[in-house]
Structures are given as C-alpha cells and as structure tokens.
C-alpha cells in the first residue's frame, strides 16, 4: 500500500472528524488527497502529531467530537517516543493514533528509520494504547471502523511502502491562518 492510498482511506473515515497530521511529505499528500478545514497540518513541526492530537482529544472529550484521529509517521514518532508514552499514559479513549510506517525518513532521501528493525506497534502496546495492524487498505479501512465504533487510545500500525507520491504540491499555506481555520471549524463543530 502507498502512503497516498492509506491517506485516501483515512480521509474517507474522517469525513467529520478532526485530523492532525505530521509534518512535510504526509501532510502535503493529505492536502492532495483533499485539502479541508478539519484537517490540521502539523508543516515544519516534527515529533508533535500525537501530542497535538492528545491535547485535542482530551479538550473534546464528552462533546459531539467523537474521535481525535492522528497521522504520525514512523521517523517523527521516533523523534518524540515521550508523546506516545504520554497518550498511554492519559489514555484517551477519544483518541486514535494511525501510525503510517514506511521504515524510512521518506522526506529526506529515504534514509532508514529505527523501524527497520524496531516493531513500533509492540512499543505502543508496551504503554497500554490498543493496537490494530493494517498492510493494505482493506484492512485500514476496517482498522479505522473499529477505531471509531470502541473505546481507545487507539494505535493502528499501518505498513507502507517507502516513497512519495510524485507530483505533489508544496504546502505554502500560512500556518497562522491555517490553524485559526482548524481552530474554527472545531469550535462550529462543538457548538
Ligand atoms: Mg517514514
């Protein structure tokens, strides 16, 4: 499975749910796939989706928000394992983690990740958050279902080919008025 064809799956899941997705390539490929408001685009700031998500998914537990859903990628989980151990930690049932793990810094000339050797999903089973494990988009898709149906904190460790989809636009929107439309449609969304 491409990354693109596993973004495609989660965007299908997550037509009204917020969504925090980590830095450079993953974020620019999700704006491809569709570019809309409850989407939050983490650009530059690597290592911080599950704790972003974490923070959201706690402030919108009890409301009409059901789920808090991130896209983490392997490399970024492993600049910031604390983030995490922390949602394990707080255990946020609200809370859903798909880990998109290609084994390689795909932005960065695809040098490998700690993940080449390392099972990521063991390590989230090791503080306490749920894991599911999907290769392709059939089981994605029903990995996600699952997620949204029963109580988390959720990790879905999701297998994906190393590589970037070509084509893809940069992502030059401002990130102070992209939060602040982030930061909108999650308040219409609760009121
Ligand atoms: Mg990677």
Same mark, same amino acid.
């Given at each position: ?20 997705? =980590? ?5 620019? +490929?999700?704006?491809s796939?569709?570019?809309? *408001? !409850?989407?939050? #685009?983490?650009?530059d @700031?690597?290592?911080l ?20 859903v991130?896209?983490?990628g ?11 151990? =922390? ?5 946020? +049932?609200?809370?859903v983690?798909?880990?998109? *793990? !290609?084994?390689? #810094?795909?932005?960065? @000339? ?11 999903g ?37 297998r ?17 008025v ?14």
């Amino acid at each position: 499975m491409k990354r693109i064809e596993a973004l495609r799956t989660i965007v299908d899941a997550t037509r009204d749910l917020p969504v925090v997705a =980590t830095c450079a390539a993953t974020s620019r +490929e999700l704006a491809s796939v569709e570019d809309r *408001d !409850n989407n939050l #685009y983490l650009l530059d @700031a690597m290592g911080l989706a599950i704790s972003v998500g974490t923070g959201i998914a706690q402030a919108t537990a009890g409301t009409s928000v059901s789920r808090t859903v991130v896209v983490e990628g392997d490399g970024s989980l492993l600049m910031n394992p604390g983030a995490a151990l =922390t949602a394990g930690y707080l255990e946020p +049932e609200n809370l859903v983690i798909v880990l998109l *793990d !290609n084994g390689v #810094y795909a932005s960065t @000339a695809s040098i490998p990740t700690h993940a080449e050797k390392l099972d990521l999903g063991r390590i989230a089973e090791s503080v306490d958050l749920k894991v599911l494990r999907a290769s392709n988009t059939t089981e994605l898709k029903e990995a996600l279902q699952t997620s949204l149906d029963q109580p988390g904190p959720w990790f879905i460790h999701t297998r994906t080919e190393p590589g970037n989809e070509p084509g893809t636009k940069l992502l030059l929107i401002d990130p102070v008025v992209h939060g602040d439309r982030f930061r909108r449609w999650l308040t219409d969304r609760i009121s």
